[in-house]
Nanobody
């Protein structure tokens, strides 16, 4: 199992980035996918999650209105579109996967690190002020 995150970089405050995470999971559409972020010395925090059918998404309060999570099951890829970035969004961003077995499982409760079994290597996002 491999999750390959990409798309991180350095951006000015107010700018945008799109993170991608390509997965080798099969069937990809039966996994809940999530994004988390972590800064040095702190715990890994939930950012966003999406179910297999894209009918349920969940965003942390701190990113609601600025970030969007989506997926393309034909490409086995999940995305995190980040807009109006702020310096406090600076972190290493990780994609994660949790077996669901369903297209329709709610993501409302899938916000904890321990809910996800598979993790990518992380991609650095740095937002300058």
């Amino acid at each position: 199992v491999q999750l390959q995150a990409s798309g991180g970089g350095l951006v000015q405050a107010g700018g945008s980035l799109r993170l991608s995470c390509a997965a080798s999971l099969r069937p990809f559409s039966k996994y809940i996918m999530g994004w988390f972020r972590q800064t040095p010395g702190k715990e890994r925090d939930f950012v966003a999650a999406i179910n297999g059918g894209s009918s349920s998404t969940n965003l942390a309060d701190s990113v609601t209105g600025r970030f969007t999570i989506s997926r393309d099951n034909a490409k086995d890829t999940v995305y995190l579109q980040m807009s109006n970035l702020k310096p406090e969004d600076t972190a290493v961003y990780y994609c994660a996967a949790r077996w669901s077995g369903s297209f329709y499982e709610t993501t409302r409760t899938r916000t904890r690190v321990e809910e996800y079994r598979y993790w990518g290597q992380g991609t650095q996002v740095t937002v300058s002020s």
